[in-house]
């Protein structure tokens, strides 16, 4: 090893970013992303310093948090779109002369946009370099699958080989093998000479050292940030660890509880006549602060409902919204839908509000609907989602020995045994091929995770349930956000063209009141023998839950949901042509790359007359009730599209 050389990273981190607003601090597993990169070069034996180069006050108070130095906020010229990496490189020579009188000889270059290295990795590149005399610089790069040589070029609204000068006929239907290897640079690490940048006015020289690293994700669209997360999960990086143990992470965007002084709106949808949060609603606020568990209060935004009617929520001081959230996808067939709230009254009536688990009517007829609209053999009804999918792994669990397989990132519920399905996860760049079946009790999929609405590849589900079918394992589908219409069918597994073993569904299957159920193969229900509960198939809820699926069939509601997806996911691709937009039906995912952004445009929303979930991630979810009207959810997109550019132009 080669020591006493004057060593430097620099991490550049500009404050601006189209695609993804505060790209270089967004939230990567609760750790600024920024951080990742600090620490990578912090846990180096070589590097003698770690400089952050910015133009951003908040990125260099961050960069300072996580241990980099910041010496100099980046001048304007050299932080552009188009500012070439030379500039900031220059300048940061010249500041080091002129204020230090010190040079260094390397420049290690770290972008926080490529966050997974390992230190190890670093250092051989730098050594690399180090007992390299000729070298200039030092480029980490990966090899291409395919050569250049088989890509084209669009000429005057036709294809063109990149290389006019092969005069082989059809020089790119040839085998990749005949061509020579080519390397795309990545970002992994880079290494460079002071003296190279001072004499030949670049980063690189004439004399590029190689080093050849896998390919490597870096974070340029919104949706990137979900590959990046996959990897950092599946595998054991250093810079994970030390972040764990040495920082704690990031706290959640906070609520605020002070009114605000904001536009009076009235529409034929929404109206907004007081601050927000209502002065007068602070009392109860603060109260609920005081006797209620932390994170309830401050999860959702201060909004006191005072009554919900089909796609909008009101208080009790003359506000109005259109509500894009069905309280957290429950209400499907719209809030207090005038046939379960009569269903309920009826109940009531009839002086029948609970019966623990001796018979009664509403809770036969269910069980045997839901049965009939799933074409499954039995039905254990519960209480809550979480619930549910506890006695569904209990259930495999008593079927056979081994692991529960479940959706990386995906959310399953509060209790003990649904959080223990995180040890043992599947994602979508794993096929069962080398998974040994003996092992495996179930396999417990999602439609799309709860954070978001990119639905699992078609394929890759097929696959699965194939797999976990041929091998008599149970596989079923957790349908809590994804049933009874809101993907435009049934149940969400239906768009897979697969029948599983068992589903559980909840949410939206009483109409706003808690009930839920596992719905399966008589095999797998009938070791369903002690989890029922004492509010297993309430006689209200029963009946409340029957008169929602009656509403689905009469108002064709499944039919309608299917027949909005092209034209609303066409709406809201026009709106945001610079975003990456997933779902279908009336689910969808807005991204904007960064949390604390997002929950910005939703605070903005709320002022203007449209609630949105907090997701505390960085998409937008939209999930209104399948019974609003056209008008409303153009209108909501517009209040989405306004808030959006305001925070912006704030910031």
Not at 241 to 258: D, V
Not at 399 to 411: M, P, V
């Amino acid at each position: 090893m080669i020591k006493n050389k004057k060593i430097i990273a620099i991490i550049p981190a500009r404050g601006g970013s189209k695609t993804i607003p505060h790209k270089n601090i967004v939230d990567l597993d609760g750790y600024p992303l920024i951080a990742y990169s600090i620490i990578v070069v912090r846990l180096s034996k070589l590097i003698d310093r770690v400089i952050v180069s910015t133009d951003s006050q908040e990125i260099a108070e961050i960069a300072k948090k996580y241990g980099a130095e910041v010496p100099f906020l980046r001048p304007k010229e050299y932080a552009g779109d188009l500012s070439p990496d030379i500039e900031f490189f220059k300048h940061a020579i010249d500041w080091f002369r002129q204020n230090e009188g010190y040079e260094p000889e390397y420049f290690v270059h770290v972008r926080p946009t490529t966050p997974l290295r390992e230190p190890e990795i670093v250092d051989q590149a730098i050594e690399k370099i180090l007992n390299n005399k000729e070298a200039t610089s030092l480029r980490s790069a990966h090899e291409l699958r395919e050569p250049p040589h088989k890509f084209f070029k669009i000429e005057n609204n036709f294809f063109k080989g990149l290389f006019p000068e092969d005069k082989r006929p059809g020089y790119h239907n040839l085998p990749r093998q005949v061509f020579p290897s080519a390397y795309h640079p990545n970002g992994y690490v880079d290494v460079v000479k002071s003296q190279t940048i001072i004499n030949t006015d670049t980063l690189h020289g004439t004399k590029i050292l190689p080093f050849i690293t896998p390919e490597i994700i870096e974070l340029d669209r919104p949706e990137d940030l979900n590959y990046i997360k996959f990897d950092l999960n599946r595998k054991k990086y250093k810079i994970k660890e030390f972040l764990k143990n040495n920082f704690n992470k990031m706290t959640k965007y906070k609520i605020s509880y002070i009114p605000k002084e904001v536009p009076e709106i009235k529409t034929r949808f929404r109206q907004i006549k007081t601050k927000i949060p209502v002065l007068e609603s602070v009392s109860l606020l603060q109260d609920m602060q005081k006797y209620e568990v932390s994170d309830m209060c401050i999860h959702e935004l201060p909004i006191v409902w005072d009554r919900a009617d089909d796609f909008q929520v009101y208080d009790r001081w003359g506000n109005k919204w259109i509500d894009f959230t069905s309280g957290i996808f429950v209400a499907n067939v719209g809030h207090c839908a005038k046939e379960v709230s009569a269903a309920i009254v009826k109940k009531v009536d009839n002086k029948l509000i609970h019966s623990y688990v001796f018979p009664n009517d509403s809770r036969v007829k269910l069980a045997k609907k839901l049965c009939k609209i799933t074409q499954m053999d039995k039905t254990l009804l519960v209480v809550t989602g979480s619930e549910a999918n506890d006695a569904a792994i209990q259930m495999m669990q008593r079927n056979r020995k081994g692991k529960i397989l479940s959706i990386d990132g995906a959310y399953y519920g509060g209790t003990t045994a649904c959080r223990l399905l995180s040890k043992n996860v599947i994602d979508e760049l794993m096929n069962p091929d080398k998974i040994n079946p003996t092992e495996i009790a179930g396999v417990f999929l999602q439609t799309f995770r709860g954070r978001d609405a990119k639905f699992m590849p078609y394929d890759w589900i097929r696959t699965w349930c194939k797999w976990a079918q041929e091998n008599d394992i149970p596989v079923g589908f957790d349908e809590m956000q994804s049933g009874f219409g809101r993907t435009g069918k049934w149940f969400g597994y239906q768009n897979y063209d697969v029948q599983p073993d068992f589903i559980t569904v909840g949410k939206a299957l009483g109409g706003g009141l808690p009930i839920s159920a596992v719905i399966g193969r008589k095999k797998l229900l009938e070791l369903s023998d002690d989890l029922w509960s004492t509010h297993t198939g309430n006689p209200i809820c029963c009946a409340a839950a029957l008169a929602s699926l009656e509403i689905i069939e009469n108002q064709k509601l499944v039919e309608k949901t299917a027949a909005r997806t092209d034209w609303f996911g066409q709406l809201l691709k026009e709106t945001f042509p610079n975003h990456k937009i997933y779902g279908q039906g009336m689910i969808w995912a807005l991204y904007t790359g960064d949390a604390k952004l997002t929950q910005k445009i939703i605070e903005k929303c709320a002022e203007k007359g449209l609630l949105l979930v907090s997701t505390y991630g960085p998409a937008i979810k939209i999930g209104p009730p399948l019974t609003i009207p056209d008008e409303a959810l153009i209108e909501g997109i517009k209040v989405i599209e306004e808030s959006f550019e305001e925070v912006i132009n704030e910031i």
